[in-house]
């Protein structure tokens, strides 16, 4: 059926969109989960195209919300609403989900949950109502709800799979909320075909039509269904053949909704004034409204007039015969009556102890400035971000702002709302807030955060100006912030070395040495305090030599390992670059593994993100790009849960160790360099001198390397430094090859490290050629590096040592070492040096050594929960980890033991072998 407030006439048409719902609704039957936004303009037929393919279900919990335009800045209203029906399966959810839920909707007090948190909250709360049958989760106006509900949403949108559920999301084409919901499946929704809008304009009308004019209403419409339902009723035929035979379209849009108010204005001015109450009051509270309407002095009879008119349906909510006679209604009116409307309605909100709804009425009634209001609004902007509704939260303080007089608090406003906007990730509107700001009407705390504000900007937008200057301005902002705010000082310094790392050689508007000297003197040469100790490493780390810098890097990583895992979330992605630093990739691993751990039991995946990200370079940079590979794809996948397209998760060098032509590589990595993330381009190139290393093209591989050694960076050079050693001495250029070895040999005598003990003694039996002294500096490589949890430089240690024993006739101690090289080349899937080991075999008359084929045909998210089923998870851990539900874990593990041909969990390490988690 069509359907215009209550009335309702036969649906016509749209057969093949109700195929589509139709299958979706038997998929979600099937437990195969589905969702579907439906998009398109007023009167387009969302609605009634949504509640025709959910009306007739049985054996099926049908949850329903709409969007309202008073809930749009209160977080998670929406949320709220659809878990209400719930509520009884909140305690069967695990503690931190249910906690969660309930602090997001205002049930509890606590610590702001993390959004995409309160979304796997959500997809597990109706994922457990799913126990009686299916789910068909119904949102229609999606465009009215609070960012934080729509966000929430989508997130579990995203997570669907092999659940019994179904979510519909109807809206408006054009919506801001498209950002929200990208990625996920359309159906957009255009007018109906000639012969369906001929025949609803038939069966409409209470009177016959020519059907010439049939046709010519149809086509000037565009098959608008509201058009031609309300045309149809309302216009006389005669009426609707002057139209057809005008020159001029048939009303539509904004026409249509120029011929409602034409409709409204011929009531009595009393409806009129009802009618603007109840358009004011947006979520349709009839209690609300008629009271409002009495404290107005409106008599009763005007609502059962206006129902009469077929304009409203009263029941347990107030809904318009459609958003356009509502906003027809609204916008027709003069702004002084809304404001009375408004105040009326804020009024009564408030008796009736409403407080959010109340600051929304109370802002909309407001003209020019108004500090009252602006006041209000910042106790809802503050209780929003008790609740985690930091976009919510940024809507309200700017609004806030708007009606503050001119002075520092309506500075401090829009700073706030900048802040909050950024921790949201809505980074434009951050920007717009913070260039609102009047600098002379900022202290110096202020005129820091707002320098702040800007820095932190610089990755989401990929400006490369600011990307390489994020540094210079916490550099700036920590000065801003010395005089009075130390605390703040200290985490500027801490942001601008980190924003430092991704800039790496295209750092501008300070150095690295500057960065150093600014922290040591903010924090002098000793800190007992976690963050001053942290601090003092890396000033050491830039400033020092490495025996001095040593102690220092131990102790920040021996406190970060002993700090709480609050801390973990703000500090440890640092333990990466201690770690790096140490040559100790193995605690590096293990503090970003916990960072990961609490990044994904937080909810925090921008955090989650990053960490991942990290540590796939970390892996990488310990010879392991098969399990850098596997970051990768849990990157990939946080992605896809955040909405943002996975396929543009690249990392150049991680390709370049997998065997990509180096031109891709390198493109890759110019590519990155023009955004200003030289680090990423360092790595890429660096990884390709590497695969020229692997191939014998010694002279690339130093003439790439040359530039980085000759222009250092901090922990970063002597990893490259290895690599320059082997190139150089191989590419006949020694004398660059032992000037190497003397920058390297330092740094080897003040940190205890198998993995750079066993490098450097492989570059000194490089230097060495094919002298008899080489062969005990081989062995010794080979022991060091069999303990340093680094597989590549393992296999580079055998490989040169199986070299080494072919050129001295001993082809069976040869094919032991290379044939050791082979197997570890081959498990972390490092192609490139497998082929130049599986060559050197050869070469030693050993013609058995073929590639080794892939194992199985696991695609990636079947990949990662085997592995993490491997390791003894229980499938509720793996659905927390891969942000999924558990009947998406198990649906996956059947797929996993089928294709693996086991039958129990116990194999699956056996049969995966020895994975990260």
Request: with cysteine; charged share 25%; proline share 5%.
């Amino acid at each position: 059926m069509w359907r215009i407030g209550d009335a309702q006439v036969p649906l016509v048409g749209r057969a093949e969109e109700r195929r589509v719902l139709a299958a979706l609704v038997s998929a979600a039957r099937d437990g195969s989960g589905g969702s579907l936004v439906v998009r398109g303009d007023p009167g387009i037929g969302k609605t009634s195209l949504v509640r025709a393919a959910t009306a007739q279900l049985t054996d099926v919990l049908l949850l329903s919300v709409d969007g309202f335009e008073a809930e749009s800045t209160l977080p998670f209203a929406g949320v709220q609403r659809i878990g209400m029906p719930l509520a009884d399966h909140i305690d069967a959810l695990p503690p931190r989900f249910a906690t969660a839920l309930r602090v997001a909707t205002g049930y509890a007090a606590g610590p702001p949950p993390e959004p995409f948190l309160v979304g796997l909250a959500l997809l597990a709360l109706i994922a457990e109502s799913t126990t009686g049958g299916p789910v068909v989760v119904v949102v229609d106006d999606a465009h009215l709800l609070d960012p934080e509900s729509l966000g929430a949403l989508a997130f579990v949108a995203r997570r669907l799979d092999a659940e019994s559920i179904l979510l519909l999301i109807a809206l408006r084409d054009g919506a801001p909320a498209d950002a929200l919901l990208a990625g996920l499946p359309e159906l957009r929704l255009t007018g109906l075909d000639v012969p369906a809008a001929v025949a609803l304009v038939s069966r409409s009308s209470e009177q016959p039509i020519d059907p010439v004019v049939a046709v010519r209403v149809a086509e000037e419409t565009g098959g608008n269904p509201l058009a031609l339902v309300d045309l149809a009723r309302d216009l006389t035929p005669g009426r609707l053949s002057e139209l057809s035979l005008s020159e001029g379209p048939v009303p539509i849009g904004h026409r249509l909704e120029g011929h409602y108010l034409a409709t409204v204005r011929a009531h009595d001015p009393d409806v009129q004034s009802w009618l603007l109450v109840a358009a004011a009051a947006s979520g349709g509270d009839p209690l609300l409204i008629e009271r409002a309407v009495d404290r107005l002095g409106i008599p009763a009879r005007a609502a059962t007039a206006a129902e009469a008119a077929g304009l409203v349906s009263v029941g347990t909510t107030i809904r318009f015969r459609h958003p356009l006679v509502r906003s027809a209604v609204y916008g027709g009116a003069a702004a002084q009556d809304r404001r009375h409307a408004h105040t009326a309605l804020g009024a009564e909100a408030l008796a009736r102890g409403l407080v959010e709804l109340a600051a929304w009425h109370r802002a909309e009634a407001a003209f020019g400035v108004d500090d009252d209001a602006a006041d209000r609004l910042q106790e809802v902007a503050d209780r929003a971000g008790r609740r985690g509704g930091f976009a919510s939260r940024a809507r309200l303080l700017a609004r806030a702002a708007d009606l503050t007089s001119m002075g520092p608090r309506r500075a401090a406003r829009l700073l706030d709302a900048a802040e909050a906007a950024g921790l949201a990730g809505a980074a434009r509107l951050a920007l717009d807030l913070v260039d609102r700001i009047p600098g002379e009407q900022l202290d110096d705390v202020q005129r820091g955060r707002t320098i702040a504000v800007r820095a932190s900007l610089a990755a989401f937008l990929a400006d490369p100006v600011h990307v390489a200057r994020a540094s210079a301005e916490m550099l700036d902002a920590a000065d801003a912030f010395a005089p009075t705010a130390p605390e703040r000082e200290r985490r500027a310094l801490l942001f601008a070395f980190q924003y430092a790392l991704p800039a790496e050689r295209s750092l501008a508007g300070t150095t690295v040495d500057a960065i150093g000297r600014r922290i040591r003197s903010a924090v002098g040469e000793r800190a007992d305090d976690p963050l001053g100790i942290i601090l003092s490493a890396l000033a050491s780390l830039i400033l020092d030599a490495p025996a001095e810098a040593a102690p220092r890097l131990r102790t920040a990583v021996a406190t970060l390992h002993a700090r709480p895992d609050d801390d973990i979330l703000d500090y440890g992605a640092l333990g990466a670059v201690l770690c790096t630093a140490l040559w100790d990739g193995e605690t590096g691993d293990d503090l970003l593994n916990r960072l990961v751990r609490v990044a994904r039991e937080r909810g925090s995946l921008r955090i989650l993100d990053a960490a991942l990200w990290t540590q796939s370079l970390l892996r990488l940079g310990r010879g392991d790009p098969a399990a850098a590979g596997r970051s990768l794809e849990h990157v990939r996948e946080v992605r896809r849960a955040m909405g943002f397209p996975a396929e543009h998760v690249v990392n150049a060098a991680q390709l370049a160790w997998s065997g990509a032509p180096p031109a891709t590589v390198l493109g890759i990595a110019e590519a990155v360099l023009a955004l200003g993330f030289g680090g990423v381009h360092s790595s890429g190139v660096r990884a390709v001198a590497i695969q020229d290393i692997a191939a014998g093209h010694y002279r690339d591989a130093f003439e790439r390397l040359k530039p980085f050694v000759e222009e250092p960076f901090l922990h970063i050079t002597p990893h490259e430094l290895t690599d320059f050693v082997e190139a150089a001495e191989r590419s006949g250029n020694g004398t660059a090859a032992l000037a190497a070895m003397e920058r390297l040999e330092p740094v080897s005598a003040a940190i205890d490290s198998p993995w750079l003990t066993g490098v450097v003694t492989r570059c000194r039996a490089l230097l060495l050629g094919d002298a008899l002294e080489a062969e005990p500096l081989h062995r010794g490589a080979v022991d060091l590096l069999s303990e340093a949890g680094t597989p590549a430089d393992l296999g580079r240690a055998h490989l040169l040592y199986g070299e080494w024993l072919r050129r001295q006739r001993r082809r069976r101690d040869a094919r032991t070492e290379l044939r050791l090289a082979l197997d570890v080349f081959e498990r972390v899937e490092a192609p490139v040096f497998a082929a130049r080991a599986r060559a050197e075999l050869e070469k030693t008359g050993d013609r058995q050594a073929e590639v080794r084929a892939d194992p199985s045909s696991l695609t990636p998210q079947e990949s990662a929960v085997a592995r993490l089923a491997a390791r003894g998870r229980t499938n509720a851990e793996i659905a927390s980890a891969l942000f999924i539900s558990t009947s998406t874990v198990d649906y996956h593990l059947r797929k996993v033991f089928q294709k693996l041909g086991i039958s129990s969990r116990r194999l699956l390490a056996e049969r995966l072998g020895l994975l990260d988690p």
